[in-house]
């Protein structure tokens, strides 16, 4: 929200009254967005686990709970060139692509970087059984971030947690005016920084939902035997 809370940051609500607030229709959006207007809220995030049950706040801290975990490595930029986001983006998915993830990787610009995302379907339930999904995310987002050649002007945080979220698809950014667009590899050379304007975004909705189903197993284990669990 636009709102600051006491602590000087701007105020990000999660829970109401001990429930994890969630999304589950197009007109829940609009519900939340009036229920809370009090605090202007601006900008949508969604957590990168997913649960078997939502019900309580504990749900969310519980390991045994988490199904799928996303690997997500956000590229921010400091000097302001988004070009060179770009080019980092485009180092992480040809690692992907040289370890086996091709189909199920896309890319998300939100405000001054990037994110880059595996769909965690691309992790069968065998391997989900042999290593927990957020061990898988945790080992794999190291793994390719510590194959990453140092860039001037650029941070990659590859912080995974048991609360970790990240903006979602079409939200505006928290502070800047512009739109979370998602991108498929094969479009990131074209990408321009206009392509976020609210007002005349370029957005591929296909590209987050893809994925191919057992293709992130052989990372999975090599990166969880190389970095270990979270």
Same mark, same amino acid.
């Given at each position: 929200c636009e709102t600051m809370g006491e602590n000087g940051m701007r105020m990000m609500i999660r829970y109401e009254k001990g429930r994890p607030l969630t999304i589950g229709s197009d007109s829940e959006v609009t519900l939340l967005?009036?229920?809370y207007k009090q605090y202007r809220p601006r900008a949508f995030y969604a957590t990168a686990h997913i649960y078997s049950k939502l019900k309580t706040r504990e749900d969310t801290m519980d390991r045994s709970n988490i199904v799928y975990s996303s690997p997500v490595w956000d590229i921010d930029s400091k000097d302001g060139d988004w070009r060179k986001v770009v080019?980092?983006?485009? #180092?992480i998915v040809s690692l992907l692509d040289k370890l086996g993830v091709a189909k199920s990787v896309f890319i998300k610009w939100s405000g001054?970087?990037?994110h880059v995302h595996v769909? !965690?379907?691309c992790f069968t339930t065998d391997i989900r059984r042999r290593i927990e999904p957020i061990d898988i995310a945790y080992s794999v987002t190291c793994f390719i971030a510590n194959r990453l #050649? !140092?860039?001037e002007g650029l941070v990659v945080e590859s912080r995974i947690d048991i609360q970790r979220v990240f903006t979602t698809p079409l939200s505006l950014h928290r502070i800047l005016d512009r739109v979370a667009?998602?991108?498929p590899p094969e479009k990131l #050379? #074209?990408?321009d920084i206009s392509w976020?304007? !609210?007002e005349n975004y370029v957005h591929f909705p296909e590209s987050w939902r893809r994925f191919s189903e057992g293709e992130g197993d052989e990372l999975a284990k090599t990166a969880f035997d190389s970095i270990g669990p979270y």
């Open positions: 967005i009036d229920r080019g980092k983006a485009r #180092e001054r970087g990037a769909n !965690p379907f #050649e !140092p860039t667009v998602c991108i #050379e #074209e990408f976020t304007d !609210p």
